[in-house]
């Protein structure tokens, strides 16, 4: 009697174990697939799809929330090349060098617009 406690003891976690293992899909046919997920070559009733989407969810992925003009344009002045072209534009503007300093600047606010557009595209 304690052999058979022992084994049984020993079989649940390998059971438990084997439970919580993901399906291998790439080495499993078509037909070991459908069996494990419940369903089969016609595909499922639109019972059961309605019963899975109230289950599982719809099968869609998260929206990332949309960034504001603020941060896009944070991200575009935080790097060190920006930082140190505002530096340059500053010291040209402590030297009175205004036609440096305004092309140092229009430089920078050119490489935001240019930037906040393209991340805009992507």
Do not use: H
Request: a negative charge; one cysteine or more.
């Amino acid at each position: 009697m304690g052999d058979n406690a022992a084994g049984a003891g020993g079989e649940a976690p390998a059971a438990a174990a084997a439970a919580k293992e993901k399906p291998r899909w790439k080495s499993m046919d078509a037909a070991e697939v459908m069996r494990t997920l419940s369903t089969s070559e016609d595909g499922l009733s639109s019972t059961e799809a309605a019963d899975r989407v109230n289950v599982y969810g719809r099968n869609e992925l998260p929206t990332a929330k949309p960034k504001t003009l603020i941060s896009q344009i944070w991200d575009q002045l935080n790097n060190t090349l920006m930082f140190i072209l505002i530096v340059a534009g500053c010291i040209q503007l402590g030297f009175q060098d205004w036609a440096e300093a305004i092309f140092i600047f229009l430089v920078v606010t050119l490489n935001i617009v240019i930037g906040v557009i393209q991340e805009g595209k992507a």
